[in-house]
């Protein structure tokens, strides 16, 4: 063996036999839905940051898959490219120059955006279009964009700010975790083109597995702080992190240290939603109620009388 | 020199029965324009408010067509509401009277208007209708540029367009509550509707609603 010996870990990214149908739905926007008897398993993608390399094959990956092309851009003085999530660039590597103020080494945090398919969607709890946003059983939340209207309500929605609406069919667009491929028990397309394995795809449990594997490795090397990213706010993500300094996750590019769906979020599609037509619906009862109950208010034949008096019009 | 609440075309015309001009056929289009543009506004917005609401995306052509309409609907209503502000704002002033009106709601509930002070063009109610609506419209039209991401995406940030959001839906009910006692309160105090079809009221129901404004127009004739 040559001095450099690099060994990857077996390939966890297995293929998983599913297939996603409308009976795997458990949520769905604007709507109600009785969730199916039997579960998928969980899946997760883990995104290894300590592994990656920024070569963006990911990205490339994505694009090719979705079919999706990007104009050409110009530099923003960075590596990131394009500058942030467009409609048609579902993810976007965020290269992030860190010193570390203990070790006083540059680290190059390399941090792979895009959808990470909470448990508890934003997107989904905000979208007023019934059936545009669908979560299944295993943890993907997708869109249906013939369902979509552009009001761009998911990324109010959003704890990571991700769906993109486009302008040219005003369309919201993101990550599907390649729903269409998991369907069929492949990978997703940004899992197959990592050349280091930052990008593993699995089921969730085994997932989380492989990634203390990781941890316990970037402990052992110093990192005393490596950790996963898998954010309770959310009550998980299907989309999570291994980080070497997960106690600090602003550091990778703003990443939310608790992310969860914002409060006004909450009250404007909770309360208000109902209080408002309860109180539309009182003012509406209380009118009729008033009418019934007082009668018109009708003018008297002496209020004639007397305007004709006041106006001279009577003698 | 005229009363304050004596717009523009208000005139007594004495006879059997006696009439008054009310309003202007300029002030009929423009509030029959607003009034077109609250009500589609309403059914667009209800429609995005509550998924059971959500069929009346139909109205507009569906789902893409409500999103895209509901806020150029906006800016009609807007200019045509900024319209009728400019015509109607001063006969609105409150007034000493205004005050007892009010605190003697329940005899305007019941229908007792002998014992309600005499009152101008407008009451003490329709003068908080009108000030709702002018409060109610300017916070939603600036909520709801804000939010209008097709043009003003980049505008605001996302924690303020979140804020903006649920203002506009506050604001939004609120001012449908207002429109209801609007309309329930023309429905209710017959011969009210009159004065914004035709533009004139019987002197009777002037005599009996709005007497002060009456005995000014009088006043203003000899």
């Known amino acids: 063996m040559a001095n450099f010996e690099f060994v990857l870990p077996p390939a966890p990214t297995k293929d998983i036999k599913v297939g996603l149908s409308d009976a795997d739905i458990i949520k769905r926007s604007a709507s109600e839905v009785t969730p199916p008897a039997k579960k998928l398993p969980e899946v997760a993608k883990l995104i290894d940051v300590s592994k990656c390399i920024g070569c963006k094959a990911c990205q490339v990956a994505c694009l090719e898959w979705n079919d999706k092309r990007i104009p050409v851009g110009v530099n923003v003085g960075s590596y990131d490219f394009p500058p942030d999530l467009t409609p048609n660039m579902f993810t976007v590597m965020k290269y992030t120059e860190w010193v570390n103020p203990e070790t006083k080494n540059l680290e190059w945090l390399i941090r792979k955006d895009g959808c990470m398919h909470c448990q508890d969607p934003g997107c989904l709890k905000a979208c007023p279009a019934p059936g545009a946003i669908v979560q299944y059983s295993n943890g993907i939340v997708d869109f249906d964009h013939d369902k979509c209207i552009g009001c761009g309500y998911c990324i109010k929605g959003c704890p990571f700010n991700i769906p993109r609406v486009s302008e040219v069919d005003s369309r919201a667009y993101k990550c599907t975790l390649c729903s269409d491929r998991v369907a069929v028990g492949q990978g997703p397309a940004c899992a197959r083109a990592c050349p280091t394995h930052a990008i593993v795809f699995g089921p969730k449990d085994e997932i989380k597995q492989h990634a203390e594997g990781r941890i316990k490795d970037l402990k052992s090397r110093g990192y005393a702080n490596a950790g996963l990213y898998d954010p309770p706010g959310v009550d998980g993500t299907h989309v999570m992190y291994v980080l070497q300094h997960a106690d600090k996750p602003e550091i990778y590019a703003n990443l939310p240290k608790n992310p969860r769906i914002s409060p006004i979020v909450d009250l404007w599609k909770g309360a208000t939603k109902y209080l408002g037509l309860a109180a539309m619906g009182a003012f509406a009862v209380i009118g009729l109620v008033h009418h019934v109950v007082t009668g018109p208010n009708r003018v008297s034949p002496e209020d004639e009388e007397n305007a004709e008096k006041l106006t001279g019009s009577k003698q | ?222």
């Open chain 2, 1 to 222: 020199m005229t009363a304050y609440d004596i717009e523009s075309g208000d005139q007594v015309h004495p006879g059997k029965p006696v009439t008054v001009d009310r309003y202007t056929a300029g002030a009929r289009i423009n509030h029959w324009i607003t009034a077109i543009s609250l009500v589609l506004l309403a059914l667009s917005g209800l429609a995005l408010f509550h998924p059971s609401l959500y069929f009346l995306t139909v109205l507009f052509g569906g789902g893409q067509w409500t999103r895209a309409i509901h806020p150029w609907i906006g800016v009609v209503l807007f200019f045509s509401f900024a319209g009728l502000f400019l015509r109607f704002w001063h006969a609105n002033l409150w007034k000493a009277e205004d005050g007892t009106w009010l605190a003697r709601l329940r005899d305007v509930m019941a229908g007792r208007e002998e014992r309600l002070p005499e009152v101008g063009k407008y009451n003490a109610g329709q003068k908080v209708v009108f000030w709702s609506m002018s409060l109610l419209i300017t916070v939603l039209i600036v909520s709801g540029v804000l939010v209008w991401d097709e043009y003003f995406g980049s505008y605001a940030s996302m924690e303020t367009k979140r804020l903006a959001v649920l203002i506009h839906s506050l604001a939004a009910v609120t001012i449908i509550c207002v429109w209801i006692v609007h309309v329930y309160a023309a429905i209710w105090v017959r011969g009210t509707i009159g004065a914004m079809t035709k533009g004139r009221v019987t002197g009777g129901w002037a005599w009996r609603h709005h007497r002060k404004w009456l005995r000014e127009l009088v006043v203003g004739k000899k």
